[in-house]
């Protein structure tokens, strides 16, 4: 079992920027698929952005051009930058780790929030 923690959630206002990081807090290995998810009040758990160990990324319609992914295989840690911030963003940031070699495994973060302002 490994814990992963977010950081860099915050409030903004709309148009502005964050960057979220996720890392892990005891040593691992790479894993297969690392991502984003966010859910807001009301509604279900999300796919952001997803990004693969080989640096293939997966991005959800509604932040294509606005969100960047980016993982360090050698550190394991994921990041999100996000730009050109909206309301309907507002939601708390979630990260996961998952492998998939042997034992099918996934590993989620508490989440850290992220407001935007009008």
């Known amino acids: 079992q490994v814990q992963f923690v977010e950081s860099g959630g915050g409030l903004v206002q709309a148009g502005g920027s964050l960057k979220l990081s996720c890392e892990p807090m005891q040593r691992v290995v790479t894993p297969d698929r690392m991502g984003w998810y966010r859910q807001a009040p009301g509604k279900q758990r999300e796919m952001v952005a997803t990004?693969?160990?080989?640096?293939?990324?997966d991005y959800a319609d509604f932040v294509k051009g606005r969100f960047t992914i980016s993982r360090d295989n050698l550190r394991n840690t994921v990041s999100l930058e996000m730009n050109n911030l909206e309301p309907e963003d507002t939601a708390v940031y979630y990260c996961?780790?998952?492998?998939?070699?042997?034992?099918?495994?996934?590993?989620w973060g508490q989440g850290t929030q992220v407001t935007v302002s009008s």
């Open positions: 996961k780790a998952q492998f998939t070699t042997g034992r099918d495994v996934e590993y």
């Open positions: 990004c693969l160990s080989d640096g293939t990324t």
